[in-house]
């Protein structure tokens, strides 16, 4: 019996919405991603994520994202079987919440986890989270960088797509080792705001970009 190819909605924010997607789903041919939604970040919904980035085998004409409000329509719509909460900054109430919604409309409600979304690297990584945004992991990144560097190791930072550009393209793949690069990708207050300490105050390199 041929397997059922299941359809899934990313939900997310522009972020780790399309790094989950990225590692797990592009070239997954188990998995149909029918929609991305976006909540947290004015403007970057009613927007397409392009084929280039999608994959053009699986997705000639890319995958089109839409409000989070919009959540229960497009779960009928499509007749979704998983949806992937990936995105951050939201209390237990919430993301429950979001599960209840998905839940009453049929669809599954799934957190991915670090074997399916974790990127393979031949160097060795230190890896810092938080349970939310605002806790300090931007500080934090640059001592481990500045310990690091004391003791004689040479460090890259690489962190995961602010992708708020409308041509998502432009930001496949980002790398910043001054000021000029900053501009050079016309960063947003937000990114200057995490990427200039690094290549400024810190003088290392920072990795980032939507791919």
Sequence with gaps: MQKKVRNVI?????????????TFFRHNKNYNVVAFTAEQIPGIDDRMYPKELAG??????????????????LIK??????????????????VMGVSAIVNAAGA?????????????????????GATRTGCGKSQTSRKIIEYLVGMGFKVVAVRHPMPYDPDLNKQIVQRFACVD???????????MEEYEPHVVTKRNVIYAGVD
């Design 181 to 191: 690069d900053l501009k050079y990708q016309n960063c947003t207050i937000e990114e």
């Design 77 to 94: 719509k499509y007749d979704v079987d998983d949806c992937v909460f990936a995105y951050s900054d939201k209390p237990y109430s919430y």
């Design 108 to 128: 599954n409600f799934w957190l991915m986890g670090p074997k399916d979304t974790m990127i393979p690297s031949k160097k060795p990584v230190i890896a810092v």
């Design 56 to 73: 053009e085998d699986l997705y000639p004409k890319g995958i089109k994202i839409y409000p989070e409000s919009m959540l229960t329509e």
């Design 10 to 22: 990313i939900i997310g924010a522009a972020g780790r919405d399309f790094h989950n997607f990225n």
